[in-house]
């Protein structure tokens, strides 16, 4: 072979290695794995929301009622004021107010506070000159009052005892049209058994909160005074529990002037 056909060779040998090294296939490297997935946040809380709160009638004479009704959402604690105090999402209460009374509405819960307010006007009527009443203060309280019976040993209100102040308070407000200052005494009552001085304290409880629900239902506190007898003023004197019912009770007599 000469010299010239040997470096033909030798270069074909070469481009044949080259392009068999070219064929080869490359190595692809994977792809980079995804970021991780942004975890979202939680959405915020809703806000308390107060659909509705309203005073109906919103015009009264002094010793009428108006009533508020409400309505809220979206909250864990609700309170009207003044004197009402905490209430449910949603409900009614009848107010007496004697002057005009702005009450609001504080809604609060996880997403933050709302607050409404909703207005009663009262205005007072004309004094009327009335004829003389022809029955005295004792006798209409004596006709036209209930008493308010208590449980032994208790002082609170049985749900019998409300509906009696309840019509108790009526009967007032009406009676005080006719009588316009009178006071009225809310006397309390206890049986025998139990000492003097622990029933004494008892009746006083009893007559105190006999007077407070009157007030709550629109009977002017200035008109109304307690007073306790304990066991010294019974209406039955059998020793049974018949006859202790009776005298465990908030009795409504006229002051003395």
């Known amino acids: 072979m000469t010299k010239r056909k040997f470096e033909l060779f030798a270069l074909l040998i070469c481009f044949m290695a080259f392009t068999s090294a070219c064929k080869k296939k490359v190595a ?31 015009d009264i004479q002094r010793g009428q009622s108006s009533t ?19 209430v449910q999402l949603g409900g009614a209460r009848q107010v ?8 609001t509405l504080v809604a609060k819960g996880p997403g933050g506070t709302a607050e409404d307010t909703a207005s009663v006007r009262v205005t007072i009527p004309a004094p009327v000159t009335a004829a003389a ?29 409300r509906t009696a102040l309840q019509h108790d308070a009526t009967a007032l407000r009406d009676i005080f049209k006719s009588f316009q200052g009178a006071k009225v ?17 008892l009746g006083d409880r009893r ?6 629900y009157l007030v709550e239902f629109g009977v002017p ?15 039955c004197t059998e020793h049974d529990e018949d006859c202790w019912q009776k005298n465990r009770r908030a009795h409504l007599s006229a002051s003395a002037n």
């Open 28 to 58: 692809v490297a994977p792809p980079p794995p995804p970021p991780p997935a942004v975890k979202e946040s939680a959405p915020p809380p809703p806000k308390p929301e107060i659909s509705s709160f309203a005073a109906s009638p919103a």
């Open 68 to 86: 508020l009704s409400w309505s809220v959402r979206n909250a864990t604690n609700v309170t009207i004021e003044p004197s009402i105090g905490t």
């Open 96 to 103: 007496y107010p004697n002057s005009n009374t702005t009450y």
């Open 133 to 161: 009443p022809h029955k005295s203060l004792s006798e209409l309280l004596s006709e036209q009052t209930q008493d308010a019976f208590f449980d032994y040993d208790k002082s609170n209100l049985r749900p019998d005892a």
């Open 185 to 201: 005494t809310v006397e309390g009552h206890c049986d025998e058994r139990g000492s003097a001085e622990y029933n004494l304290a």
């Open 207 to 212: 007559a105190t909160e006999a007077k407070d």
């Open 221 to 235: 506190a200035a008109q109304l005074t307690t007073i306790s007898y304990g066991k010294e003023r019974p209406v």
